[in-house]
């Protein structure tokens, strides 16, 4: 049975304090909070980036069998650069070692797949590809934003290229059936679909540290053991690379449980590694799954919720789209890429109102006193902006 | 328990709480006898097993210092020996009562009623609950330290207290009680009372004349921050003239404000509508487009909460107690003029935040009812009581 790990690597681009009544001649530069932004990157590098490259460098050395992939989304890679070199420097040594796969993405970590007119969509997509084709070479395997995932989203990679595409593997898509197999998209040729085992990945994302869980501690042993207990043709543990050091610090063992993980599955003789890419060409698809709805692997909904759940994430997100046809017009780059960093999916979920336990994930990651503080900045610098575009048309 | 105030002879949250609680606690199967002085008004039990018993006249309300002086001249020493007098009568009076009817606990509030309570419950042989509603420095911006000496005592030697926020818990630590024994209770809000529909009448629409309405709700002294609020005007009216700025409420500082609005060149745009009886409040929490509570120390606010019901967008100061429970409201620090500026012209100006605010604020204040004040409540009894059998043994 295969094993795929797969973890999303990603920076928001935060904004920076703009007042309602700012007068708009300046810089757009002055929207992001690029201090704010270092900060954060330079922290987070070393907390979890390069330990846990470095880690995974060993990893690879070691274990022959060890395999590994990733997506960076264009934000990342761009913050990367300016503010801490050294990790995208391992992460072209992973790419060299052949044995680590970087899937595609949207450049912007964007919610442009939920655009009327699908080809800002597609646009990211191939920006992201030119920016990961600096390090590593194309992925065959495509994971949109957050996972969102729809027949009509595969539908749109499939036409791209893409033989699999990743999204979460959600029981009232599957019935009865299995997350651990393969299977085609409603409305689709042959691209096949890689369902993430959420119980499986959230053990390690979310609970690895919880004293309340009644299988806390977890050890790589214990874990290898499950996963050599499922029946199936593939594993999909997909997370945040930030689970390690950032949201479970170094001293929970989060690290020493990723150091002894390969070895501990290698003992189970029927379970091997392999990358989204390899499993594609490998197993066959085992079923069809439909998928009408947009889902994704965010909060207790799984859905668009987070982003788009009240109105003043829709009437946000909506004015956004609806700039696009001047935008373009504009024919101005530095317009152009300010619209799409302002479509960073991280704004949208800064807004998000919903009660119980996920407002309390969402703010966790948010910079904001409150979502109507987040919703306020954004508009203000959204309105800001539409003013530029209509001197700059 | 020993009281104050009750409607409709009420000058602060301390006759809220005690009307509300006391009900609250009927429900819950517990009997009540309610002291306060004699009022001169028609007071009313609101449920069968709560008896009011009136024992001493005064008319003095503690809570409206005008200043230092006035409050000098008009009770000054007055009022010391008032409250002295009410000890002393309510101490007797609770002790000959309880030849009747027999008590398990004796409940007190703040320093007006604490040592009544206490020397009635050392006579008597039986806990002291001591609720906080707030201390001196809260109130006035010049100490008496008799009331800072009578509230320390209470501190120290109460069996159990509660705080009606973590602020108000600090401030109680601070005057010596120990963190083990305080226990934080928070208000609640009569959701019904302020929820029901109100529609405006001609008079309210000609009262707002088609402009935004900002709202100001309490005792115009330096720590509810009026001063604060009408700096924020001026600059909310440099950028959006059609608004006006309603302040309800009367105390020491009124001749400041109107000469302050007249010298800003703003009394145009800033209504003084004096102490307003509760019907007619809650038609201008309807009338109200936002609510502001710019309070430099605030142990609680229960305004905020009325607002919340009426389904008004609040901006409450992040110095107030209720800051620490209520989620659908903006924070800003009290000093933040710029900010909270900002913050009042953005709800003005975007209806899907005001929308959304009003939305979440009406359920968040649904859930925030006094059963739970009263459970919470009834458990600090228990534990008082199982405590203080412990020590008999």
Known sequence: MHICIYFQVHQPLRLANFSITKDYDEDMESYFDSQLNRRIMEKVAQKCYLPANRLMLELLEKNPGFKVSYSLTGVFIEQCKMFAPEVMQTFAELAKTGRAEFLSETYYHSLSCLFEDKEEFISQIELHSKAISEFASPSKVFRNTEAMFSNEIAYLAERLGYKGILAEGLDHILGWRSPNYLYTVSGCESIKALLRHYRLSDDVGYRFSAKWWSEYPLTAEKYARWLSELQGDCVNIFMDYETFGEHHWEDTGIFEFLRHLPQEVQKHRHLAFSTPSEIVDKAPARGEIDVPHTTSWADMERDTSAWLGNDMQKSSFAFLESLGKKVKQTGDKDIIRVWRMLQNSDHFYYMCTKSLSDQDVHNYFSPYDSPFDAYINYMNILQDFAKKVEQRL | ?393
């Open chain 2, 1 to 393: 328990m020993l009281g104050w105030e009750f409607p409709p002879f009420m000058s602060g949250g301390l006759g809220v709480h005690c009307f509300e609680l006391t009900r609250a606690l009927c429900r819950l199967g517990v009997r009540i006898d309610f002291y306060m002085p004699v009022s001169g008004q028609k007071v009313e039990s609101s449920c069968p097993s709560i008896r009011i018993i009136e024992v001493a006249k005064t008319e003095l309300r503690p809570y409206l210092f005008f200043s230092k002086a006035s409050q000098k001249a008009s009770y000054g020493e007055n009022l010391i020996s008032a409250v002295r007098e009410y000890w002393k009568k309510c101490e007797e009076a609770v002790v000959e009562c309880a030849r009747e009817e027999k008590y398990d606990l004796v409940h007190t509030h703040d320093w007006l009623t604490y040592k009544a309570g206490a020397e009635a419950s050392r006579r008597l042989r039986m806990p002291l609950v001591q609720t906080f509603h707030s201390t001196e420095f809260d109130r006035t911006s010049w100490p008496w330290d008799y009331i800072l000496g009578v509230e320390r005592e209470a501190a120290e030697k109460a069996d159990l207290i509660i705080a009606v926020s973590n602020r108000m818990k600090e401030q109680v630590m601070r005057l010596g009680a120990p963190k083990e024994k305080i226990r934080v209770v928070y208000n609640g809000v009569d959701y019904a009372r302020f929820s029901c529909p109100q529609t405006l009448g001609k008079a309210e629409q000609n009262f707002k004349g088609g402009k935004k309405l900002v709202l100001f709700l309490g005792r115009l002294t330096e720590q509810k921050g009026p001063v604060q609020f009408l700096h924020a005007a001026k600059k909310v009216l440099s950028a959006n003239p059609d608004v006006i700025f309603v302040i309800v409420g009367k105390g020491e500082l009124l001749p400041l404000l109107i000469n302050m609005s007249i010298s800003l060149g703003i009394s145009q745009n800033v209504r003084f509508l004096g102490f307003v009886p509760e019907e007619e409040q809650k038609k201008i929490y309807k009338m109200a487009d936002v609510f502001v509570m710019p309070s430099t120390s605030e142990p609680f606010g229960i305004t905020a909460l009325e607002a919340m019901s009426s389904g008004v967008p609040v901006i409450i100061s992040k110095t107030s107690g209720v800051a620490e429970i209520a989620k659908a409201a903006i924070k800003v620090d009290f000093w933040d003029i710029d900010k909270m500026a900002d913050r009042i012209l953005a709800v003005l100006k975007y209806q899907p935040l005001a929308a959304t605010m009003s939305k979440l604020a009406e359920r968040e204040a649904s859930s925030f009812g006094w059963e739970k004040t009263a459970e919470k409540t009834l458990e600090v009894y228990k534990e008082a009581l199982s405590k203080h059998a412990e020590r008999k043994l």
